[in-house]
């Protein structure tokens, strides 16, 4: 049995499920793996909560989810107020979870890796701005950084493309990344106008309470760079087409349906080409609910289809955890 | 650049397109992975043939195709008259690769691990049937044992269950995994009976001479039993259940279709419980052409599908040269 020391940084919905599945399958660990996680600090902008011999996930999930706060939680353990590059190097683990949309994480990243961390993330920036020099620093150190989460959730594009079709060359991804956008887009085949639909959607938590960031095709933006960098080289999102839904109509929508397609938000992904738009489409990318999938065009295979989740709570945690337990065997190795 | 030595067993239809594809992209192996392959050894049905220095891939591909056979090539190479198991240990190689259909193959995988080298293999029955013996011989010594290739072909539904979705418990697995009873199944939508579209099948090249295998479920048999060894627990092809589609009539194809269903060999993975027999399918398992699909049912992702070539010759190299190039990273490792 090997213990296995994590570092988990952001406690809101997903750090929680994150928390949940070590907590209700640790058994399944295991026996599966010979892994027992113990994460002994967690971190969210109230605070750092740290504690050498494991902290109780029981706890820490009733303390955040009755007060809001993890600095509540004072009774019975430190809270620090560190910075999360503070808390990289005072705090001893062998894996550091972000699951925070901290911008600036990539500087705590690399100082993670300097520190001999690896690192697991479901945070889309960092990769989106820096992926040459983070993916740089991970393979001159030895270390795996693993983020399956940051693209289609749990469903394992990124491992596919990563770690399998090793003797393909892509030639071109086709991809609906963001489900925000197809919920809004399918209550517009419904008759919704576009303003409804989001409000819908922020009632409901698929949209954040800013939802620019998903209408204006930001999201499917750093997730299209992001499959960009694994199938073929480091990239920014700097350099790459977004439009979003915004200027979309009911009309455009409704006239798409009668010709028995759908409008999504579509990413193509080539070499050194790389454009986020709305787009008629029919067949396998005519997702619906929270959905995401993609399209992968190469030499040898031709086409290959992977569908599956790409946005909901367990199914984040399906990629993060998916990723602990791989930075868990690899640093056994 | 490291050089890694292969020694390749079967140089058929699918053996040829594995050199093909080490010809044709030496410079893209070389470039994205520093690696270049030296196959050192071939061995068909006539005879070994084995050069230290490394085969001259363009003119054994030349050799076979103009004469059928190997033992032909006598000028140049010397041919010798080893057993597979004699091969394994003759020849110093990093990679074994077994693109044969050689039933008891599983004897000299074993000798081949015991003799340190990875093993890569699209040849069914050694995992079908001893699957337990052979990955655990490979894991107490280390080495990569990969199959990619032995369930639909290059698509990656071994290394997507193997290495990915780690942290999710797979619930049920419901996949169409042979693509010759698809093929069949299809002619028999638009009338065509059971034996001419067999015969069809066999003209083109989709069915073998002896199309038994296919057509009574073994193949699709033995790739169900390989998934559940991955997805559960070791298991043999003699524990599982299967039903062909010799019975199916065209009039049951017909009246499945005036349903909006198709008829297709569906193989149902659950824990401990594995059959294949002829199912009515809408949706994405009513699949068409060379495509396979898997449809996996996990407790935190939820549904994933993923959909590819089940075969083809390219196809199934694709998975073959992805596994060799995973075994070559991991012994640089």
């Known amino acids: 049995m090997r213990e ?6 952001g406690f809101g919905n997903v750090g929680r499920a994150v928390a949940r599945v070590l907590l209700e399958k640790e058994r399944f660990f295991r026996e599966k793996y ?27 999930i009733l303390v955040k989810e009755n007060f809001g706060k993890l600095s509540s ?13 503070e808390a990289v190097k005072e705090v001893e683990a062998d894996v550091v979870i972000d699951v925070t949309n901290d911008r600036s994480a990539y500087e705590w990243h690399l ?3 300097r520190e001999g961390k690896a690192v697991v993330t479901s945070n889309k920036p960092p990769l989106a701005f820096h992926y ?28 596919l493309l990563r770690e399998n079709l090793l003797g393909d060359s892509v030639k071109r991804i086709k991809a609906v990344l963001n489900a925000t956008t197809t919920f809004i887009l399918s209550r517009m085949e419904q008759g919704v ?15 954040e309470r800013d939802p620019s960031g998903d209408v204006l095709g930001i999201d499917a933006g750093y997730k299209a760079t992001i499959l960009h960098c694994v199938a073929f080289k480091p990239i920014t999102f700097d350099e790459i087409a977004v439009k979003g839904i915004a200027e979309v109509t009911v009309d455009e929508v409704k006239r798409a349906l009668s010709k028995g397609k759908r409008i999504r938000l579509v990413a193509t992904v080539e070499d050194e080409n790389v454009r986020v738009a709305p787009e008629e489409v029919s067949g396998p990318l005519a997702v619906s609910s929270n959905e995401n999938v993609a399209l992968i065009e190469s030499d040898l295979l031709g086409e290959l289809l992977i569908k599956g989740a790409g946005a909901g709570l367990k199914e984040t945690a399906s990629g993060v955890v998916s990723d602990l337990v791989k930075a868990s065997l690899r640093l056994v190795e």
């Not at 902008?45 to 820490?60: C, F």
């Open 193 to 207: 106008d576009f303003e409804r639909a989001i409000e819908e959607a922020q009632k409901l938590g698929i949209a």
């Open 132 to 159: 040459e020099e983070i993916i740089g620093e991970a393979e001159r150190r030895g270390l795996p950084y693993l983020f399956e989460a940051t693209v289609m959730a749990g469903t394992p594009v990124i491992g």
């Open 34 to 60: 010979g892994v027992k996680f113990k994460v002994v600090s967690i971190a969210d902008t109230s605070g750092t909560v740290w504690l050498p011999e494991g902290i109780d996930l029981r706890e820490a």
């Open 111 to 113: 100082s993670a890796l």
């Open 73 to 85: 939680w004072t009774n019975e353990y430190e809270v620090y107020s560190f910075s999360p590059a």
């Open 4 to 9: 296995v020391k994590v570092q988990l940084f």
